[in-house]
């Protein structure tokens, strides 16, 4: 009975053995559906040889070198009046900027210097025979912290806050006739 069994699977691998020694060559009629191997050959290259109307005579390099060289040199000079003109309009810019700059200090200084002025205006026309020394005292010192208020707002440095307070102090006396200590 196990030979029963056995020879079915014996009988099959002996024909797949078979099956696989025996390799099909490359049929003789080509599969329409494959394609054209030949249309994907690269094409075979023909003479590469220049022909006498690609060889330039020596006197023809000479004029085709000199014509490279000009087109260089004009290249150049273009290049070099273009970085000239580039740099002329950044120094243009930059002398701008520093007139731009220049004024808006200028005019933040003549703002102060006329916010002062009102502030000591201001003063003049508050002072009085029949004030007291401290009452004058404290509209001096309300004239220099309007006077400091003034340069912080227009974003001025400690240094220049503090002599726009001095300069505003000093005037703000003498306006209201305080000696300075």
Same mark, same amino acid.
């Given at each position: 009975?196990?030979?029963?069994?056995?020879?079915?699977?014996?009988?099959?691998?002996?024909?797949?053995?078979?099956?696989?020694?025996?390799?099909?060559?490359?049929?003789?009629?080509?599969n329409p559906d494959a394609g054209d191997p030949e249309a994907f050959a690269e094409p075979a290259e023909?003479?590469?040889?220049?022909?006498?109307?690609?060889?330039?005579?020596?006197?023809?390099?000479?004029?085709?070198?000199?014509?490279?060289?000009?087109?260089?040199?004009?290249?150049?000079?273009?290049?070099?009046?273009?970085?000239?003109?580039?740099?002329?309009?950044?120094?243009?810019?930059?002398?701008?900027?520093?007139?731009?700059?220049? $004024?808006?200090?200028?005019?933040?200084? #003549? &703002?102060? %210097?006329?916010?002062?002025? /009102? =502030?000591?205006? +201001?003063? *003049? !026309?508050?002072?009085?025979?029949?004030?007291?020394?401290?009452?004058?005292? $404290?509209?001096?010192?309300?004239?220099? #912290? &309007?006077? %400091?208020?003034?340069?912080? /707002? =227009?974003?001025? +440095?400690? *240094? !220049?806050?503090?002599?726009?307070?001095?300069?505003?102090?000093?005037?703000?006396?003498?306006?209201?006739?305080?000696?300075?200590?």
């Amino acid at each position: 009975m196990t030979a029963k069994l056995l020879l079915p699977f014996a009988l099959i691998s002996a024909l797949a053995l078979a099956a696989c020694e025996e390799r099909a060559g490359a049929p003789d009629v080509p599969n329409p559906d494959a394609g054209d191997p030949e249309a994907f050959a690269e094409p075979a290259e023909e003479n590469e040889e220049p022909t006498s109307e690609e060889v330039m005579s020596p006197a023809e390099l000479q004029q085709r070198r000199e014509e490279i060289e000009q087109d260089a040199q004009q290249t150049f000079e273009t290049i070099m009046e273009d970085t000239e003109q580039a740099g002329d309009n950044l120094m243009q810019l930059g002398d701008d900027a520093m007139n731009a700059l220049s $004024e808006g200090i200028t005019s933040t200084t #003549n &703002a102060l %210097e006329v916010q002062i002025d /009102a =502030l000591v205006a +201001s003063a *003049a !026309e508050l002072r009085d025979e029949n004030m007291t020394k401290s009452q004058k005292l $404290e509209i001096v010192a309300n004239v220099r #912290n &309007a006077a %400091e208020q003034a340069a912080r /707002a =227009l974003g001025q +440095s400690e *240094a !220049e806050i503090t002599a726009a307070g001095d300069n505003a102090e000093e005037r703000a006396r003498e306006v209201l006739g305080v000696q300075t200590p």
